[in-house]
């Protein structure tokens, strides 16, 4: 198993001690939020950079993942010397409430002291943002130098920027979106589909059975898996190669290395990951439309924003194709905000957010200053 | 229920009297295929066209389906007048064997008396059309005037003009392409893992229970009709509109009007299509790669053809974009035959092909002359 190069960090939780008012109108008791931070926050408190993860990550950016023992999901890009430099920013990184890694969700307990289950009240991403907010406050922390997030990341970093603008003076938002279309919500739709129609399932209540709907969500994880791949990805990394054998076994079995590929991304992720924070987080991201929350029109989001922006789209991500940062970035500019946007070609798909892609170091480092 | 101009059309049964043998190596003891006319065939026998059905499509092109008690699924196109003119040609489609309307698939029952379930050996592309050569034997047409298909039905038409050159003397594949991408085989993958998670699924062994993997079937179906659509379809037609509510409910019903679509396109599929045959099909597509059949290269899979060709995509299809026709069109090209491509623009996506598209009728039109 690869370890991280060890750069220090610190995983701690917060403990709210009162209750966060959610926008479904329900309120969470005194929920905790796990966090990790990397780099020192320096007198000021304002050289610090706070990093939103996404669907199923977590704030495990630079430590090695509790669970899978891999390295942090963004060394690549945090750490000493690193596009987000560790020995200048003071790095922060909250899991969204509603997940499984150490903040409150569906697999924690409720006051009741059962866990939650589909009890517990569907989130959005502005209530995981006031998760966030809590820890900068908690911190002491007033205005961020930056907020960074890829994926639902961007969306919690347009979420923030917009609802919470003196909090930060900088936005870079990479392969996102500022609403879920109809075909992402279609995908996610089916993954809620394949995890509720296990019978491992339970309607939820499966934690005091040891094992919940691995079958379906690994069908869910399959399908959100191949969203983040491009054709063309596909096509290169896998094509229609056999796995481990030279002819088709005109079986069922896994015949083409892609097949055995999306059964290992399916069922590794079971080990990972809870079915009902799944549900919990996709439902979240399809509730999102910005500019609905403010009036209809998405340059009214940023009304009070006084922070630069950038945004940063992938030729080969269909998920959340660069029309969509595009679109962001048409509101910024309506709403006269200074703003940068750069189309980058890397052949990953969605996922190039995570993956080698220099001419994403540049952007990031240019833009951090 | 709309009910289909009245079209005279004969829906009829072959039993072969031999085994089909197959390209997996095993046969099939004397097959049914089912199949259904529309037209008159002339004296010469020289006004036949042969239609070639989709992954979940049947032999009721012009027929009212049995099950749904809808229009045959391509009465639009097929009839009197109609672009393939019912008046002047003899129109035929047959069932694909594996399939579940009429032809021996996996519900059909074994020699032993009992379903063949997961014992139906896996059957590919080629093996359908050994299917259709044996219903043009039975009516003894030696070339047909045309073959047509779209989808799978595409892949089975290039197949033929492959494997029987002297069958056919036009060759007409809308929306296809000659070899299943890595892209494909995954999304196919996580339709049959969704129906081999569900219990109900019981290792194909499902007949005897009355109730098969419908939820496993629908998840695969949802899964599926995502990639017929478009994403600006999808917008257009769904965008972020909720369904009879006003608000968001905060819950997991289907509040969104893709969700509710999806739910409806998944079940409404188990009432008419069985989940083995859903496994056996996609299969076969999977497997589908004209060129390496022919020495890796497609151009020699056409090097006996006589045949003129017609390869038609659309704008809006992901799942076989414009490219895939293209290569099609390159390889007839090297083979020195005559072929026309167009690419139409429709908003619909794959399922264009099945849809109003003025361009298209007229394309067939002339095509067929």
């Given at each position: 198993?690869?370890?991280?190069?060890?750069?220090?960090?610190?995983?701690?939780?917060?403990?709210?001690?009162?209750?966060?008012?959610?926008?479904?109108?329900?309120?969470?008791?005194?929920?905790?939020?796990?966090?990790?931070?990397?780099?020192?926050?320096?007198?000021?408190?304002?050289?610090?950079?706070?990093?939103?993860?996404?669907?199923?990550?977590?704030?495990?950016?630079?430590?090695?993942?509790?669970?899978?023992?891999?390295?942090?999901?963004?060394?690549?890009?945090?750490?000493?010397?690193?596009?987000?430099?560790?020995?200048?920013?003071?790095?922060?990184?909250?899991?969204?409430?509603?997940?499984?890694?150490?903040?409150?969700?569906?697999?924690?307990?409720?006051?009741?002291?059962?866990?939650?289950?589909?009890?517990?009240?569907?989130?959005?991403?502005?209530?995981?943002?006031?998760?966030?907010?809590?820890?900068?406050?908690?911190?002491?922390?007033?205005?961020?130098?930056?907020?960074?997030?890829?994926?639902?990341?961007?969306?919690?970093?347009?979420?923030?920027?917009?609802?919470?603008?003196?909090?930060?003076?900088?936005?870079?938002?990479?392969?996102?979106?500022?609403?879920?279309?109809?075909?992402?919500?279609?995908?996610?739709?089916?993954?809620?589909?394949?995890?509720?129609?296990?019978?491992?399932?339970?309607?939820?209540?499966?934690?005091?059975?040891?094992?919940?709907?691995?079958?379906?969500?690994?069908?869910?994880?399959?399908?959100?898996?191949?969203?983040?791949?491009?054709?063309?990805?596909?096509?290169?990394?896998?094509?229609?190669?056999?796995?481990?054998?030279?002819?088709?076994?005109?079986?069922?079995?896994?015949?083409?290395?892609?097949?055995?590929?999306?059964?290992?991304?399916?069922?590794?992720?079971?080990?990972?990951?809870?079915?009902n924070s799944y549900l919990y987080i996709t439902r979240a991201m399809d509730y999102f439309d910005l500019a609905e929350e403010h009036g209809g029109l998405?340059?009214?989001?940023?009304?009070?924003?006084?922070?630069?922006?950038?945004?940063?789209?992938?030729?080969?991500?269909?998920?959340?194709?660069?029309?969509?940062?595009?679109?962001?970035?048409?509101?910024?500019?309506?709403?006269?905000?200074?703003?940068?946007?750069?189309?980058?070609?890397?052949?990953?798909?969605?996922?190039?957010?995570?993956?080698?892609?220099?001419?994403?170091?540049?952007?990031?480092?240019?833009?951090?200053?």
């Amino acid at each position: 198993m690869a370890t991280s190069p060890t750069i220090p960090t610190e995983n701690r939780f917060l403990d709210l001690d009162m209750p966060l008012m959610l926008d479904g109108g329900q309120s969470l008791a005194c929920p905790r939020i796990a966090y990790e931070t990397c780099g020192t926050l320096n007198a000021a408190k304002d050289n610090a950079i706070f990093i939103c993860h996404a669907l199923t990550g977590d704030h495990h950016v630079v430590s090695d993942h509790p669970k899978t023992g891999k390295p942090g999901w963004w060394v690549r890009m945090v750490g000493p010397g690193k596009p987000i430099d560790t020995d200048r920013y003071f790095v922060i990184c909250a899991n969204v409430i509603g997940s499984c890694m150490g903040s409150t969700g569906p697999a924690s307990l409720s006051p009741d002291g059962e866990p939650w289950g589909m009890r517990f009240p569907v989130i959005t991403i502005r209530d995981m943002v006031k998760g966030h907010i809590a820890v900068l406050d908690a911190l002491g922390i007033d205005s961020l130098h930056a907020l960074v997030g890829g994926s639902m990341g961007g969306m919690q970093a347009l979420s923030l920027a917009a609802n919470f603008p003196e909090r930060t003076r900088a936005v870079l938002v990479l392969a996102s979106t500022a609403r879920h279309s109809a075909q992402n919500i279609a995908f996610h739709e089916v993954g809620r589909q394949a995890i509720m129609a296990d019978p491992a399932w339970r309607d939820g209540n499966y934690y005091a059975f040891g094992k919940g709907p691995e079958k379906g969500l690994s069908v869910a994880r399959m399908a959100a898996h191949i969203t983040y791949l491009s054709e063309a990805g596909l096509t290169e990394k896998f094509g229609r190669r056999l796995q481990n054998r030279e002819e088709k076994t005109f079986g069922f079995d896994a015949d083409f290395q892609i097949e055995s590929y999306l059964r290992y991304q399916g069922l590794s992720f079971t080990d990972r990951f809870d079915a009902n924070s799944y549900l919990y987080i996709t439902r979240a991201m399809d509730y999102f439309d910005l500019a609905e929350e403010h009036g209809g029109l998405l340059a009214n989001a940023f009304a009070k924003s006084k922070a630069r922006y950038c945004l940063v789209s992938f030729d080969t991500d269909w998920l959340y194709p660069t029309a969509e940062s595009r679109t962001v970035t048409h509101a910024l500019n309506a709403a006269g905000l200074p703003v940068s946007f750069v189309e980058l070609s890397a052949p990953y798909g969605h996922d190039s957010f995570l993956l080698d892609v220099p001419a994403l170091d540049r952007v990031v480092e240019g833009f951090l200053g």
